[in-house]
């Protein structure tokens, strides 16, 4: 059982469906409103222990209903939630309108801004006993740097995902195991949005690997042969979540080797589109096994 270490975001996601978008200033009725326990830090924490991993995650709620609903559901999912701090304020939220196949999101981070350094090093231990670290960018870029360093001082592999998409600094980059950007986020991090892609895997062979959508994903091998696992078809039902699903998945199976984990990862992040919601369609490990037996 692999032990993987989530540093990331936990938010509440409030959905509202609506025959149209409103025009601003316009008041609609809506159709529908719901609330799914979302935030990247948690739907990869949700994803990992689904698939049989044993889960840590670090982050912050607030000192509201939200922020409890949260963690007693991360607890139900098996999440170990000990380094999971509670803190003055609101809980960090996404507000999503959803109307026919289009979406408008406010996210306003809460709770997740209040991460520092200082809760990193409190739970070092957690850096201690962790196989893989795993962590993204809706928190403060201080925290991720942070994790980073006690990821490379107790020499544990690093995941970063780095979404949402922005310039991170080469020391930052130097640290990290292995990179996990789609397309538009690759060409972003690295500030070189026209830049071949394609030749830029090739220069970071071993440390990167770039989802495509339904096409699978790319990625280097330490010698620096490219390679390409490609998608797994499906009737896509919502695709919301599945990058959280296939990072969670990557870090989970990492230890098989990265050719057999970005596969895996792959058959996760293709099974959860079939059922809608960000958590709601993540597979557990039988379903995914199941899955591959099927697609042998």
């Known amino acids: 059982m692999t032990r993987v270490l989530v540093v990331g975001s936990i938010n509440m996601d409030l959905v509202v469906t609506a025959r149209r978008m409103p025009k601003l200033g316009e008041t609609l009725l809506g159709d529908g409103f719901a609330t799914h326990p979302g935030g990247k830090g948690a739907n990869q924490a949700v994803a990992a222990a689904r698939l049989g991993a044993e889960v840590a995650l670090l982050g912050c709620v607030g000192d509201d209903a939200f922020g409890r609903d949260l963690r007693a559901h991360l607890e139900r999912e098996g999440v170990d939630c000990r380094g999971v701090a509670t803190v003055p304020g609101p809980t960090g939220i996404a507000a999503i309108t959803v ?25 070092e231990q957690a850096f201690i006993d962790a196989d893989v670290v795993l962590t993204q960018l809706e928190i403060p870029l201080a925290a991720v740097r942070r994790a980073a360093e006690l990821a490379a ?15 991170l600094p080469e020391e930052l980059l130097q640290r990290v195991t292995l990179l996990t950007p789609n397309e538009h986020e690759f060409l972003t991090m690295l500030a070189q949005p026209d830049a071949d892609w394609r030749a830029l895997l090739a220069e970071r062979p071993g440390k990167l690997v770039m989802t495509h959508g339904k096409h699978g994903a790319y990625f280097a091998l330490a010698r620096g042969q490219l390679r390409h696992q490609p998608g797994f078809e499906v009737q ?28 895996r990862a792959n058959a996760a992040g293709a099974l959860s589109v079939t059922r809608p919601g960000a958590q709601g369609g993540m597979p557990t490990l039988a379903e995914l096994e199941a899955f591959l037996e099927n697609k042998a």
């Open 99 to 123: 109307s026919g196949g289009d979406n408008a999101i406010l996210v306003v981070p809460g709770a997740n801004h209040q991460l520092t350094p200082a809760h990193l090093d409190a739970a």
């Open 236 to 263: 896509a039902v919502d695709s919301t979540g599945a990058g959280d699903t296939f990072n969670g998945a990557l870090a989970a199976f990492l230890p098989l080797g990265l050719e057999e984990a970005v596969r």
């Open 153 to 167: 001082r107790h020499k544990k592999p690093l995941l970063l995902n780095p979404a949402p998409a922005v310039p």
